[in-house]
């Protein structure tokens, strides 16, 4: 058991979002495990590969306060006066 | 839809007893026609669904057009909707869509390839590059406006198709369904994209991001 080879750095990235996703086989999921209890790459790669999911998720937060509050006005006049003609 | 799971014409045209009193109410009025109404949903829910526009779709002016666009789609298709979800939910739907059919129409350059911003191997399949973890995590790393500008940027640099994908799963929060079902791809079509728009993000933040003597 000891001699299976392990599956690579490029198996592990390439599949990343079956296995983070919870869509692997049992058996899949204990090759990834035994791929990452000895590749500390792999385990910083996963790591920073969350960190970027998660900034790109907020990066745009700050952007809806003060964008968020009113449409400008022109815009509004705008979309109701096609509105009234259609 | 009904709790029933059926619904009849009277119900196709009457707000189910689900929505938000004030929802049902601003919606019968939209129905009747009323003028005032229309005006209210446009000032109540145009900013925000504005700002989705503005990032989406990234020109002041395209962003209007689709916001445009969107709103009115919506006044048409006020008897069909089916309140099933939110307005809020309808109209970001909306609004969304209206900015793909933007993204599409635009006179569009050849997308660069994605290669160079994905992770290299070696030919035995090790990184050729070994990474290192961020000196600090996304919440902290966001306080920074700088960093916020960075991730905004980079997310701007990715092929649009990428981008796009990225844009409506992470940063809309669409489902996988839904996301696949707009951009006319398999489900499976739009994990693999945005798993390799991830890590093109990825690719184009780690300089910036990776403690100094780990470069």
């Not at chain 2, 504005?50 to 962003?63: G, H, I, K, P, Y």
């Not at chain 2, 129409?105 to 992770?119: G, H, M, Q, V, Y």
Request: charged share 35%; net charge negative.
């Amino acid at each position: 058991m000891e001699d299976r080879p392990y599956i690579t750095c490029r198996e592990l990235i390439e599949f990343l979002y079956l296995y983070l996703g919870g869509e692997l086989p049992s058996e899949r999921v204990a090759e990834f495990d035994r791929h990452l209890n000895v590749c500390p790459s792999c385990v910083a790669y996963i790591e920073t590969y969350k960190e970027t999911a998660a900034l790109g998720r907020q990066a745009f937060q700050d952007l809806e306060q003060p964008v968020g509050t009113a449409v400008p006005e022109e815009l509004v006049s705008a979309i109701l006066s096609v509105r009234r003609k259609t | 839809m009904s709790p029933e799971g059926r619904r009849s014409d009277d119900a196709a045209r009457t707000p189910a007893p689900g929505l938000p009193s004030d929802e049902r109410a601003l919606l019968a009025a939209l129905r009747r026609g009323d003028e005032e109404a229309f005006e209210t949903l446009v000032r109540e829910y145009g900013g925000r669904l504005f700002a989705v526009a503005r990032r989406f779709v990234r020109s002041e002016e395209d962003a209007r057009d689709a916001l445009q666009d969107a709103f009115l789609s919506a006044f048409r298709s006020l008897a069909r909707f089916e309140e099933n979800c939110r307005l809020s939910t309808w109209l970001h739907r909306i609004v969304v869509n209206s900015c793909l059919m933007k993204l599409r129409t635009r006179r569009r350059k050849a997308e660069d390839s994605i290669e160079d911003l994905l992770p290299r191997f070696h030919e035995d399949g090790h990184q050729a590059v070994p990474s290192a973890g961020w000196e600090k995590s996304a919440d902290v790393l966001l306080e920074s406006r700088e960093v916020r500008d960075l991730v905004r940027a980079a997310i701007d640099r990715l092929p649009e198709s990428y981008r796009t994908v990225l844009m409506l799963r992470d940063i809309e929060e669409l489902d996988t369904a839904e996301t696949a079902r707009l951009l006319d791809l398999t489900e499976n079509a739009v994990k693999i994209r945005l798993h390799r728009a991830r890590q093109a993000l990825r690719g184009l933040l780690d300089p910036s991001l990776r403690p100094a003597a780990a470069c």
